[in-house]
């Protein structure tokens, strides 16, 4: 017989369904939406012990209602985090905690390629107030310890990288940072916390654009910063000053996707495999960018700091943008999009839309280029995708 050890921490699966529960007096099983933008005192003594936080309790929904703490509390739970604090996206998720942590003269170190309003947001608004960004490989650790400065305090990155799918070795990247007085914080949009945990290895914040594979079905925008609680005061400090909040409403929406999220990871990365092989081996296709195929420079290292390899691949049609348009367009059901991690599969072309702000220098350099297509693979039954993606690609050859 199995023996079962009921002391045991619960499963990542069962947290996404158990953490970050709502008791309700009429015995809802759903968690209730709580529509309130402010909440009653039982007296002014005890409105005075909340505003000073002598008592814990709701204040104000700013920064504090009971949804949006569910969902914080059942995305801690999977990441592995002391804490979560929620925000309004994933730009303000990642600008929450700049501001939280960096002040005038310290200094970034980021890979080159992040999602490309990442890229925007630290070099002409950071910079602004005085946080210079150095940009790097992602996989290149040398670049990283050559541009440490005595200011350096954080080191930011995405891996699996958007679009070309490029891994690093997180627990080498913490190491780096942390020997040089700086912390790692992981942008784990890509994976989420169903295929890879970054706090676990040795990170310092995970962050997340929600309104990926958090949500899974492109309805919300929404945004999340999890880490130690030292580091998750400061950031929830800045989102009561600042106001980037997420709503209750899309901290529900966010609750039921968290619920899936496993099988649906699971699910996309099993038809991105089986797209990115069969792409690998088609005539009109130059290059396949997906950690799933042992091709992939760094597939060995994504085997053992993932579960599986994402729903998220790109390639090289044989050609350049005139060739790569006509692959979108001549789609019949793929969704034509700039998002990501919808259970609908979504197509697009980075170097003019996603990453069309970088200039062509920064778009060589990321390897974003015209006849590349990023594709995110979707529910839809994996021959069907073939399919459509066929259609426009059997042409150029
Ligand atoms: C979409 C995205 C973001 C930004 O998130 P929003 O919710 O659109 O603000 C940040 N990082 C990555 C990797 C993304 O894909």
């Given amino acids: 017989m199995d023996s079962f050890d009921d002391t045991a921490p619960l499963h990542l699966e069962t947290l996404a369904l158990r953490a970050g529960q709502l008791p309700t007096d009429e015995g809802s099983h759903g968690e209730p939406i709580f529509t309130t933008s402010s909440y009653v005192f039982e007296s002014a003594a005890q409105a005075a012990a909340r505003f000073s936080g002598e008592e814990p309790g709701n204040i104000y ?49 980021s890979s080159r390629s992040v999602f490309g309003t990442t890229n925007v947001l630290f070099e002409k608004y950071l910079k602004r107030f005085g946080v210079k960004t150095t940009f790097v490989s992602l996989t290149d650790i040398s670049e990283w310890q050559a541009a440490i400065t005595p200011k350096t305090k954080l080191f930011f990155m995405e891996t699996p990288s958007n679009p070309l799918c490029e891994v690093a070795n997180i627990p080498q990247m913490a190491e780096l940072a942390h020997n040089n007085g700086a912390l790692l914080v992981v942008d784990n949009c890509f994976c989420t916390p169903a295929l890879q945990r970054p706090l676990a290895m040795g990170a310092d914040i995970a962050l997340h654009s929600a309104t990926k594979f958090l949500d899974g079905q492109g309805r919300c925008i929404g945004g999340a910063v ?12 800045f989102l009561r000053s600042a106001g980037p909040t997420m709503s209750p409403f899309n901290a529900w929406v966010f609750l039921k996707g968290l619920e899936t999220l496993s099988l649906r990871m699971q699910a996309h990365s099993a038809s991105a495999l089986r797209l990115a092989d069969w792409l690998e081996q088609h005539g009109a296709v130059e290059k396949v960018f997906y950690a799933g195929l042992p091709s992939h420079p760094q597939h060995l290292l994504a085997r053992q700091q993932q579960d599986a390899f994402g729903g998220v691949l790109s390639f090289r049609v044989k050609g350049g943008r005139e060739q790569a348009w006509s692959v979108i367009d001549n789609t019949r059901f793929l969704s034509i999009t700039g998002n990501l991690g919808d259970a609908k599969t979504t197509i697009t072309h980075p170097a003019t839309t996603t990453h069309g702000r970088l200039s062509d220098e920064a778009k060589a350099r990321a390897g974003i280029t015209e006849n590349l297509i990023r594709v995110a693979v979707g529910l839809e039954h994996i021959d069907d995708i073939k399919a459509d993606l066929e259609r426009g690609l059997s042409k150029l050859i």
Avoid: K, W, Y
């Avoid at 209602?65 to 002391?82: C, K, Y």
């Avoid at 999890?226 to 400090?237: H, S």
């Fill in 61 to 109: 929904s700013r920064f504090t209602n009971p949804t949006v703490r569910a969902f914080e509390q059942r995305l801690a739970a999977m990441e592995g985090a002391e804490r979560c604090v929620a925000t309004s996206s994933g730009m303000a998720a990642i600008l929450s905690t700049a501001m939280a942590l960096l002040e005038s003269g310290d200094e970034v170190i």
């Fill in 226 to 237: 999890c880490g130690r609680n030292d580091l998750m005061e400061e950031v929830f400090g």
